[in-house]
């Protein structure tokens, strides 16, 4: 079992950034590849980007390669997602997963965090 609880959601305007963090905890947490998903409200949860277990490999959605950046520190078990020039069109909830593999499809991950707003005002 591995617990994925999520920080660093809030309100910006657009343009801004905003860091976010998941902390995992549990068995073998830091062995497991980390992804990171939006729900808006109502779409589909949508992929956003994806790291190996070591960090070595990362997999963005391409239409936020070049804003969004994922990264990990094994030590402290945790992934984060750094978020520049955000858009109004970025407003969701960011939510963190756990899972074997890279993989876009949120059918794939194992476990979930609860998820953090993020609100991005014009």
């Known amino acids: 079992q591995v617990l994925l609880v999520e920080s660093g959601g809030g309100s910006v305007q657009a343009g801004g950034s905003l860091r976010l963090s998941c902390a995992a905890s549990?068995?073998?947490?830091?062995?497991?590849?980390m992804g990171w998903f939006r729900q808006r409200p109502g779409k589909e949860r949508e992929f956003v980007t994806a790291?190996?277990?070591?960090?070595?490999?990362?997999y963005y959605r391409e239409s936020m390669k070049d804003r969004f950046s994922i990264s990990r520190d094994n030590a402290k078990n945790t992934v984060y997602l750094q978020m520049n020039n955000l858009k109004p069109e970025d407003t969701a909830v960011y939510l963190c997963?756990?899972?074997?593999?890279?993989?876009?499809?949120?059918?794939?991950?194992?476990?979930w965090g609860q998820g953090t707003q993020v609100t991005v005002s014009s």
């Open positions: 997963a756990a899972g074997e593999g890279l993989d876009m499809d949120y059918k794939s991950y194992d476990y």
């Open positions: 549990g068995r073998s947490a830091s062995s497991y590849a």
């Open positions: 790291i190996s277990w070591s960090g070595g490999s990362t």
